[in-house]
């Protein structure tokens, strides 16, 4: 069984900050990889970030140099930052988690936490 649940989602301005956290727990096998992704209304989830336990991260176009992906390998928890927040930012964002060194496919999902951009 494993669960993933984020945390540090909200209101942020234009231009602002926010931190999310996703804390992973299994009884089985170890999480290898962590990944984020973000859905608004009407539209497929997209892809936004995803990192390995050995330290591989791949970020999307849309948050290069604005974002970064993070991993606390003991605390079994992974981190987005993100910076110089836009309103566009605004989704549902996913946590996701997979036993494989895979940042493209994932088996696991958590529940979702909303950012919200706006002044």
């Known amino acids: 069984q494993v669960q993933l649940v984020e945390s540090g989602g909200g209101l942020a301005q234009p231009g602002g900050s926010l931190r999310l956290s996703c804390a992973a727990s299994t009884d089985r096998f170890a999480i290898n990889a962590q990944g984020w992704y973000r859905q608004t209304p009407g539209n497929e989830r997209e892809f936004v970030a995803g990192i390995t336990s050995g330290g591989t991260s791949k970020l999307a176009d849309s948050v290069r140099g604005r974002f970064t992906v993070s991993r606390n390998n003991a605390k079994n928890t992974a981190y987005l930052q993100m910076n110089n927040l836009k309103p566009e930012d605004t989704a549902v964002y996913y946590c996701?988690?997979?036993?494989?060194?895979?940042?493209?496919?994932?088996?696991?999902w958590g529940q979702g936490i909303q950012v919200t951009v706006s002044s």
């Open positions: 996701s988690g997979s036993y494989y060194y895979n940042l493209d496919d994932y088996e696991f």
